[in-house]
Each structure stands twice: as structure tokens, then as C-alpha cells.
């Protein structure tokens, strides 16, 4: 599976932007998405995650503000990011992990895409 994250930019706060990120490979559709994020000097945390049935799980951090959703027929997975604060200006990175559920872990998600910017002004 090969990953490629869009969609990011620079917002002010309260503004919105959809990443994208593009799947290749035929086990997308079964595969559990991650979306991952890293700050200047932080640790990689997550966001947000997704089954191939649509069970979602997010971090507290963004929970209401964000959502995660997938098209198995484009093998794509968006993250909606709405209300979006300064702290939430980091690299934006999306995984796949084609056996097991979805996981906030990184090291139990087996592919990884290069990262798209989001800087959040105040």
C-alpha cells in the first residue's frame, strides 16, 4: 500500500481544510486509517482512525471538531478538521493497517504516507 496525504495549508483559527490522503494497493478497502500528527519538538499523536466498516475513534483533542471518513470506491480517506485551533498546527500524516481494527498506536500501522503541513494562525 502506497499513501499520499493533501490538503493541507495555512488557516486562521476557526477555519476548516479536508485532507486527503490517496490509496494504492487492492487491501485499502479492508484496511483500518489512521491519521497521525507531529508538532515542531513533539512526539507523532493521533487523531483519528477508521475500519473498512466505518468505526471510528478520535483523539479528546479533537473530538467534535474533526471528522474522519473514507471512499473504498476512490481508495481515499478524508479528515474534515473544522474549528481549527493554533495547537493544531502540525505535519498531518495518514497510515494503513491492513490486518487488525483501528489502533491510536503508530507502531501497529504498517504503511505511512509523507505528511502534509497545517499551520493554524491565531
Known amino acids: 500500500v502506497q499513501l499520499q496525504a493533501s490538503g493541507g495549508g495555512l488557516v486562521q483559527a476557526g477555519g476548516s481544510l479536508r485532507l486527503s490522503c490517496a490509496a494504492s494497493?487492492?487491501?485499502?478497502?479492508?484496511?483500518?486509517m489512521g491519521w497521525f500528527r507531529q508538532a515542531p519538538g513533539k512526539e507523532r499523536e493521533f487523531v483519528a482512525a477508521?475500519?473498512?466498516?466505518?468505526?471510528?475513534d478520535y483523539a479528546d483533542s479533537v473530538k467534535g471538531r474533526f471528522a474522519i471518513s473514507r471512499d473504498n470506491a476512490k481508495n481515499t480517506v478524508f479528515l474534515q478538521m473544522n474549528s481549527l485551533k493554533p495547537e493544531d498546527t502540525a505535519i498531518y500524516s495518514c497510515?494503513?493497517?491492513?490486518?487488525?481494527?483501528?489502533?491510536?498506536?503508530?507502531?501497529?500501522?504498517?504503511?505511512w504516507g509523507q505528511g502534509t503541513q497545517v499551520t493554524v494562525s491565531s
Open positions: 497510515a494503513a493497517r491492513p490486518s487488525g481494527g483501528r489502533s491510536r498506536y503508530p507502531s501497529d500501522y504498517d504503511y
Open positions: 477508521i475500519t473498512w466498516s466505518w468505526s471510528t
Open positions: 494497493g487492492r487491501t485499502f478497502s479492508r484496511s483500518a
